[in-house]
């Protein structure tokens, strides 16, 4: 198998390697070495983005076999594609079919439309099966910090940042002449975002965030930063606190507005103040501090005792996990904003649904906690809000 540096798909791909008989690909694959790559090396299992396990599983078909399209109403282009895989959702289940095409060996992607095959298109994905397979290791290995990015291992900031998507998008630029799809270029410039901030030692939160991360971002004067008197008695959590003082937050950010009627109110004081009196405040109003507002009726608080970031939505009464405390928050809100700028330079948002989920991997690699399904309540219905609104591009909160 041709690799690129250090690139090993056995360590960042499960299950054996897929490989075909000749009499397997038949009439479906004419191109020499697309043949001789699924005969030899084969492809791998699963990966972190893609899995191969409908090809082992179902051998070759085509689009028109997938859909069972009898009154040809697939286009002439997609018909006779080969369904080799699928794209994995940040979520584990597959979203997009990763198509083959046979005679050129290009590979593709496709959402399939069951009941509307004619309106189903696909988008460019790699020139190669080969080039597939070192392109999608390759986010993997930077994913885990490990194979050509082991480098990057306890090195963090906005150098580290700019390295690894410079590393990543040349190695992608390599591999297409340069035109590189969508799905890749995102993966170079969104995905190394998470190395901006380390462990946090210094601050006793999850993150230490590098000094004016915020203020380079957003501008010194939309961050407000705050006075003990600011905070209520129930803010206890001195980390918390200490963050709050010395970084800030901004005060806007697409999905969230901050608060700045001051002192910070508890939640069960905003409530008593909005006459909410019926809304069924959940377990510990009294010690949730309301730093502001989020979309749909949806108050953003703080434990004041742990310092864990909730959300609390006031139409099902229902306290949801956020963020893992202050620091993550901070993160994510410098994460759409950075999104954002990319977006401009790049036009990220020409595959909206792509982008969503690299955000939410991106997230979920600093945040486990925003991003989890897990229930953390018998209330909680495992919704996520930041995977939620990075999905809805009807709201459109990642264009530029």
Not at 42 to 47: A, D, I, K, M, S
Not at 65 to 92: F, H, M, N, W, Y
Not at 328 to 357: G, M, N, P, S
Request: charged fraction near 20%; aromatic fraction near 8%.
């Amino acid at each position: 198998m041709s690799t690129t540096g250090t690139v090993n798909t056995a360590d960042v791909f499960s299950a054996a390697m897929i490989v075909l008989t000749e009499t397997e690909l038949g009439a479906h694959v004419t191109h020499a070495p697309t043949r001789r790559w699924l005969t030899g090396p084969g492809l791998p299992g699963v990966g972190g983005l893609l899995t191969f396990e409908a090809l082992r599983r179902d051998g070759l078909r085509t689009v028109a076999d997938s859909t069972g399209d009898q009154e040809s109403r697939l286009s002439p282009e997609l018909r006779d594609q080969l369904v080799i895989g699928g794209l994995l959702g940040a979520q584990g289940p597959e979203t997009e079919s990763v198509l083959l095409d046979g005679s050129t060996g290009e590979i593709s992607t496709t959402y399939f439309l069951h009941g509307r095959p004619d309106l189903m298109d696909r988008r460019p994905f790699a020139p190669s099966l080969e080039k597939l397979v070192r392109f999608a290791t390759a986010a993997d290995e930077l994913a885990a910090l490990r194979g050509q990015f082991a480098a990057y291992a306890g090195r963090f900031g906005p150098q580290a940042v700019a390295e690894a998507s410079q590393q990543l998008l040349a190695l992608y630029e390599e591999g297409t002449g340069g035109d590189v799809a969508p799905f890749w270029k995102m993966a170079a410039v969104i995905r190394p975002l998470a190395l901006v901030a380390g462990r946090g030692t210094v601050s006793e939160l999850a993150l230490d965030l590098p000094p004016r991360l915020l203020d380079d971002e957003f501008g010194s004067g939309a961050v407000v930063r705050f006075e003990d008197l600011d905070f209520p008695p129930a803010l206890s959590h001195e980390p918390t606190r200490r963050f709050l003082r010395e970084v800030g937050l901004p005060e806007e950010v697409v999905w969230f507005t901050l608060d700045t009627d001051l002192p910070l109110p508890t939640l069960a004081e905003y409530a008593a103040e909005a006459d909410l009196a019926d809304a069924h405040l959940p377990d510990g109003a009294d010690r949730l501090i309301r730093l502001g507002h989020l979309l749909e009726d949806t108050s953003l608080v703080i434990d004041g005792t742990t310092g864990a970031v909730l959300c609390w939505s006031e139409p099902d009464a229902t306290l949801r996990p956020l963020n893992a405390d202050i620091s993550t928050l901070a993160f994510t809100f410098w994460l759409i904003r950075r999104e954002q700028t990319l977006d401009a330079e790049h036009d990220l948002t020409e595959a909206y649904e792509q982008l969503a989920d690299t955000m939410t991997r991106t997230l979920a690699a600093v945040d486990p906690i925003a991003c989890s399904a897990t229930p953390a309540t018998p209330q909680d219905d495992g919704w996520r809000y930041w995977p939620g609104v990075f999905e809805d591009q009807a709201g459109g909160g990642l264009y530029a």
